[in-house]
């Protein structure tokens, strides 16, 4: 089975830090994606990545960058975190066929 | 070990007939369940979701049943629509002290043919 490992499960950071979330995959895939999770707005993409060193924006790229220097790690920078950014925040992986998404377990960050 | 299944990554159906989605879980305290439909190349977008105190909730040609003793659910889309082909993802969630926790399921992909 893949496993998508989230550094953090539950992390606080002040206004205006720059905060880092991590993603690694222990398979060979090539698509990595970063969701936040809202109640009442469900899933939104925010960057996905298609291979190494390659980045596309989501629905909601604003306030936010990604890195992908090796295949298996996806890492999500909050550049000056703000409080509308607290939230539930999802890493998924899938092979270049798309099938058979998997989903880390989650990072939930609050900003103060 | 995963706790939401959809032991089907890949589904066929006809047009017009009924599609059949399922989903399993393991975690008896998940208290709540959602069904996101995701076009390629676009998030995921919220499509119906159930409560475990109900056993089934519809909405238009959409309905998601909820058996709670077989930790078992399932969306029924009927009549299929050649639009309705996507990846169909299985939620479940339940709350902790921060808050309402979602563990997702890997996705069926339904395919409905002309």
């Known amino acids: 089975d893949v496993k998508v490992t989230q550094s953090s499960r539950y992390l606080v950071k002040r206004t205006g830090e720059k905060v880092f979330l991590e993603c690694v995959q222990d398979?060979?895939?090539?698509?990595m994606f970063w969701y936040r999770q809202d109640p009442g707005l469900g899933l939104r993409l925010i960057y996905f990545s298609y291979d190494v060193k390659m980045k596309e924006k989501g629905d909601i790229p604003e306030g936010y960058s990604v890195s992908r220097e090796k295949k298996e790690r996806f890492s999500l920078i909050l550049e000056s975190a703000s409080t509308n950014q607290t939230s539930m925040y999802l890493c998924?992986?899938?092979?270049?066929?798309?099938?058979?998404?998997?989903f880390g377990s989650g990072t939930r960050l609050t900003v103060v | 070990d995963q706790q939401v299944k959809q032991n089907s990554p890949s589904l066929s159906v006809q047009e017009g007939r009924i599609s059949i989605l399922n989903c399993d879980y393991t975690?008896?305290?998940?208290?709540?369940f959602l069904w996101y439909k995701k076009y390629p190349a676009e998030g995921p977008t919220f499509l119906i979701s159930?409560?475990?105190?109900?056993d089934k909730n519809e909405d238009g040609r959409f309905t998601v049943f909820l058996n709670k003793s077989a930790k078992h659910l399932s969306l029924h889309i009927v009549p299929s629509q050649p639009g309705d082909s996507a990846v169909y993802f299985c939620?479940?969630?339940?709350?902790?002290?921060?808050?309402?926790?979602?563990?997702f399921g890997p996705g069926t992909r339904l395919s409905v043919l002309p």
């Open positions: 159930i409560s475990s105190i109900k």
């Open positions: 975690n008896s305290m998940f208290d709540y």
């Open positions: 939620a479940a969630s339940v709350m902790d002290n921060y808050g309402q926790n979602f563990v």
């Open positions: 398979m060979d895939h090539e698509n």
């Open positions: 998924a992986t899938t092979d270049i066929s798309n099938y058979g998404y998997t």
